[in-house]
Protein backbone atom coordinates (compact mmCIF):
# COMPACT_ATOMS: atom_id res chain seq x y z
CA UNK A 1 0.00 0.00 0.00
CA UNK A 2 1.40 3.53 -0.98
CA UNK A 3 1.34 6.06 1.37
CA UNK A 4 0.47 9.67 -0.08
CA UNK A 5 0.94 12.77 1.43
CA UNK A 6 0.05 15.87 -0.41
CA UNK A 7 1.51 18.97 0.54
CA UNK A 8 -0.20 22.26 0.19
CA UNK A 9 -1.69 25.20 1.92
CA UNK A 10 -4.98 24.22 0.48
CA UNK A 11 -4.79 26.57 -2.42
CA UNK A 12 -6.93 26.06 -5.75
CA UNK A 13 -3.84 24.06 -7.26
CA UNK A 14 -3.87 21.62 -3.97
CA UNK A 15 -7.16 20.78 -4.49
CA UNK A 16 -6.70 19.89 -7.99
CA UNK A 17 -3.71 17.78 -6.99
CA UNK A 18 -6.14 15.97 -4.50
CA UNK A 19 -9.07 15.80 -6.55
CA UNK A 20 -6.41 13.92 -9.70
CA UNK A 21 -4.88 11.42 -7.09
CA UNK A 22 -8.07 10.62 -5.57
CA UNK A 23 -9.57 9.82 -9.64
CA UNK A 24 -6.18 7.76 -10.71
CA UNK A 25 -6.84 5.43 -6.93
CA UNK A 26 -10.34 4.91 -8.08
CA UNK A 27 -9.84 4.32 -11.29
CA UNK A 28 -7.01 2.18 -10.90
CA UNK A 29 -8.28 0.28 -7.49
CA UNK A 30 -5.14 1.53 -5.71
CA UNK A 31 -4.85 1.10 -2.27
CA UNK A 32 -3.23 4.37 -0.50
CA UNK A 33 -2.85 5.99 2.79
CA UNK A 34 -3.39 9.96 1.71
CA UNK A 35 -2.76 12.82 4.27
CA UNK A 36 -3.08 16.41 3.15
CA UNK A 37 -0.27 18.32 4.71
CA UNK A 38 -1.50 22.33 5.44
CA UNK A 39 0.94 23.56 8.00
CA UNK A 40 3.70 25.37 6.47
CA UNK A 41 6.27 23.96 8.81
CA UNK A 42 5.79 20.50 8.22
CA UNK A 43 5.62 21.44 4.44
CA UNK A 44 9.29 23.05 4.94
CA UNK A 45 10.45 19.64 7.00
CA UNK A 46 10.25 18.50 3.00
CA UNK A 47 12.13 21.02 1.62
CA UNK A 48 9.35 21.97 -1.01
CA UNK A 49 9.47 25.65 -1.56
CA UNK A 50 6.89 25.35 -4.53
CA UNK A 51 2.88 23.88 -3.60
CA UNK A 52 1.26 21.19 -4.81
CA UNK A 53 3.86 18.75 -3.96
CA UNK A 54 2.62 14.53 -3.96
CA UNK A 55 5.16 12.73 -1.58
CA UNK A 56 5.13 8.78 -2.48
CA UNK A 57 6.03 6.24 0.26
CA UNK A 58 8.36 9.21 1.79
CA UNK A 59 9.93 10.54 -1.53
CA UNK A 60 8.88 14.00 -3.83
CA UNK A 61 7.53 12.26 -6.60
CA UNK A 62 5.85 16.04 -7.84
CA UNK A 63 5.80 19.35 -7.24
CA UNK A 64 5.27 23.20 -8.51
CA UNK A 65 2.26 21.50 -10.47
CA UNK A 66 -1.32 20.13 -11.00
CA UNK A 67 0.09 16.83 -12.00
CA UNK A 68 -1.95 14.69 -15.26
CA UNK A 69 -3.66 11.36 -14.04
CA UNK A 70 -1.14 9.77 -16.15
CA UNK A 71 1.67 11.73 -14.51
CA UNK A 72 0.41 10.32 -11.28
CA UNK A 73 -0.08 7.04 -12.22
CA UNK A 74 3.17 6.34 -13.61
CA UNK A 75 4.72 7.77 -9.89
CA UNK A 76 2.54 5.16 -8.03
CA UNK A 77 3.44 2.72 -10.72
CA UNK A 78 7.30 2.77 -9.60
Known amino acids: MNDIK ?5 CAKCLAMTQV ?9 IEATVEKVEDIVKIMNFNVMSTP ?3 VNGTIAIKGKVPTKEEVLEVLNR
Not at 21 to 29: G, S
Request: net charge negative; aromatic share 0%.
Open 53 to 55: ALV
Open 21 to 29: VEVVLNENN
Open 6 to 10: ILGTG
